[in-house]
């Protein structure tokens, strides 16, 4: 028993080991093609005169919105583009008076003469994906701008994106997020920390090398012909902007990132609001990967390295079921140590695996030193971030982790929003806002469980006498008691 543990054990290291080696080539390849541009040129320098310049529809797919749903409109509205050239989709399936405060910003934009219709479907089928679809049926132009609820894009969105679809296999612009409340909470500030270096190292290492990156749902221009040749937008999984990111590229269209162009967004401040957000990515991607990762290792004409890079970016959920494990498995492995010292050269192998940690660090420290974030942040405060970072991340794996074993084992769930609270303007009033999930759910008494089950792993290696797994017991312990206790705070009745 204690051997078959050892080997699940070390599969799941090793697995983090291989997932950490991946994003150390992206490392690489970010900072060797740091400050280049694919493309610099303008509207005028590409499509001539406003009148030659192509159509373009916004959509906006918003659902119970009532706290930003004006401001969305009116960030959007504010769109530099030509008013015949340009046409604005509000598709709201909405049950409560947002729908009614989004009519009222509709109608109020149409006496500008801004093209903004405001959409109703008959019946909200497929989520967000059912919306983008009907959307579709009634859109103009060739091109397709998708933004959240909770974003504000820049005046000169459109113009710094459309020339990139100069070139005719380019089927999805994608631009970077920034964020609208970073500084808010430790919360907020640690999300952030966590999406710059996905919308750094990993979006723009990929897209250097020309590997598979993925539309993440918002902040990017479609060209419709693409959509349309991949299979249009589905709703089996929970994650149709990475879904149809992939059924494109194996047929063969390009995708662009653009790191040095962001687009402003809200994180989510409570934890019940984020743990939804993070069920849905996770999930998502595992359903995403049954789905896709069959097509893409089977496609004909796709590099070896893509393919490499592909498996990973698909599987990447899974390393919530690798951290869980090895969590859970760890107090026994001090147990297992100390009775059987004849296996202790294989503690000694597994103890490699440590270099996964420095990788990650390197890969975060990269991020916040040389991305495009809004402030470049110094070594000192990484040292303080990025350890509670991960303490975090860990906590979030038991919730994280059960998403990814449903989505592979094609358990359907609907499509639940995460709640946007206009923090910028509102700061503090998640904890009175409507939208606040005021259920506690089991998962943080179980987290909390878990924290104490750390902390008596802390004191088991005082009573081995056997500390090389307490950095990580304490991580856990702290990850876990945080986001257990958020999660209940956050939900809290009164």
């Not at 942040?377 to 794996?397: A, D």
């Not at 303007?425 to 506690?440: A, H, M, P, T």
């Not at 902390?455 to 945080?482: C, E, K």
Request: positive net charge; hydrophobic residues 45%.
């Amino acid at each position: 028993m204690s051997l078959i543990l050892i080997i699940i054990y070390g599969c799941c290291l090793f697995f983090i080991f291989l997932y950490s080696l991946v994003q150390l080539s992206l490392v690489w390849t970010y900072r060797r093609g740091r400050g280049e541009e694919a493309f610099t040129g303008s509207m005028h320098s590409v499509f001539g005169e406003q009148k030659d310049w192509p159509v373009v529809t916004i959509q906006l797919p918003v659902y119970n919105e009532r706290y930003v749903v004006n401001r969305l409109i009116d960030s959007v509205c504010a769109i530099r583009y030509p008013k015949d050239k340009l046409h604005i989709q509000v598709l709201d399936d909405s049950t409560d008076d947002s729908f009614e405060l989004a009519a009222k910003s509709v109608k109020h934009w149409q006496e500008k003469g801004i093209d903004i219709v405001h959409v109703k479907r008959p019946e909200r089928t497929g989520f967000k994906a059912g919306a983008l679809a009907y959307g579709l049926t009634c859109s103009k132009g060739d091109f397709t701008a998708i933004f959240d609820a909770d974003f504000m894009p820049y005046p000169d969105f459109l113009e710094r994106c459309i020339p990139y679809f100069i070139q005719e296999k380019v089927g999805l612009v994608q631009t970077r997020w920034e964020h609208l409340n970073e500084d808010y909470s430790m919360l907020t500030r640690l999300q952030a920390f966590g999406l710059d270096a996905h919308f750094s190292i990993e979006q723009r290492g990929r897209n250097i090398n020309q590997h598979f990156i993925n539309f993440n749902g918002t902040a990017g221009i479609w060209r419709n012909t693409c959509i349309a040749e991949a299979g249009g937008w589905q709703s089996d999984t929970l994650t149709e902007d990475l879904d149809l990111s992939y059924r494109a590229q194996i047929k063969g269209w390009k995708f662009q990132y653009l790191e040095k162009l962001g687009s402003p967004a809200e994180l989510p401040a409570a934890m019940p609001a984020l743990k939804n957000q993070q069920y849905r990515w996770t999930k998502g991607a595992a359903e995403c990967a049954v789905k896709n990762l069959p097509r893409v290792m089977r496609a004909k004409g796709i590099p070896w390295s893509t393919k490499l890079h592909a498996f990973f970016h698909l599987a990447n959920s899974f390393i919530f079921v690798c951290v869980l494990t090895t969590a859970i498995l760890s107090v026994p492995m001090l147990f297992i140590k100390f009775s059987d010292p004849d296996l202790g050269f294989l503690f000694k192998l597994a103890s490699l695996f440590l270099l996964s940690f420095f990788i990650l660090g390197f890969f975060y420290w990269t991020s916040m030193k040389h991305g495009q974030g809004e402030r470049h942040k110094s070594f000192g405060e990484f040292l303080m971030v990025f350890p509670l970072f991960l303490s975090v991340s860990m906590g979030l794996s038991l919730h994280n982790a059960i998403a990814v074993i449903e989505g592979y084992a094609g358990r359907k769930t609907p499509f639940v929003r995460t709640p946007k609270f206009n923090l910028i303007e509102k700061k503090g009033s998640f904890l009175d806002s409507s939208y606040r999930i005021r259920k506690i759910h089991p998962m943080s008494i179980l987290e909390i469980v878990l924290a104490l089950y750390f902390l008596g792993g802390i004191g088991l290696a005082f009573y081995l006498n056997d500390f090389g797994l307490i950095p990580f017991h304490i991580m856990l312990f702290l990850g876990f008691g945080l986001v257990g206790f958020y999660g209940l705070r956050h939900a809290k009745i009164g």
